[in-house]
């Protein structure tokens, strides 16, 4: 199960890290109203779940690399 959740967030990482250049790149995106979000602002936050991803795929790394047992 672990490796499905770390293959998972791996794939969103990689799909924040693209958006994050679009937006390095001048990408402009709206809401379905039409109004523009607030570019700074979403890449700030992509910046944090980029973050937050990091240390969870670092966690699941470590879980995946130690050995489980009863005398672990």
Do not use: C, H, W
Not at 55 to 64: G, H, N, S
């Amino acid at each position: 199960m672990a490796d499905t959740e770390l293959e998972r967030f791996k794939a969103a990482r990689v799909t924040a890290l693209y958006r994050l250049d679009l937006i390095a790149q001048g990408a402009r995106i709206t809401y379905e109203d039409g109004t523009p979000v607030d570019m700074a602002s979403e890449k700030v936050r992509l910046e944090q779940v980029v973050a937050d991803m990091d240390r969870r795929i670092a966690r699941l790394e470590l879980m995946a690399a130690t050995p489980t047992g009863p005398l672990n």
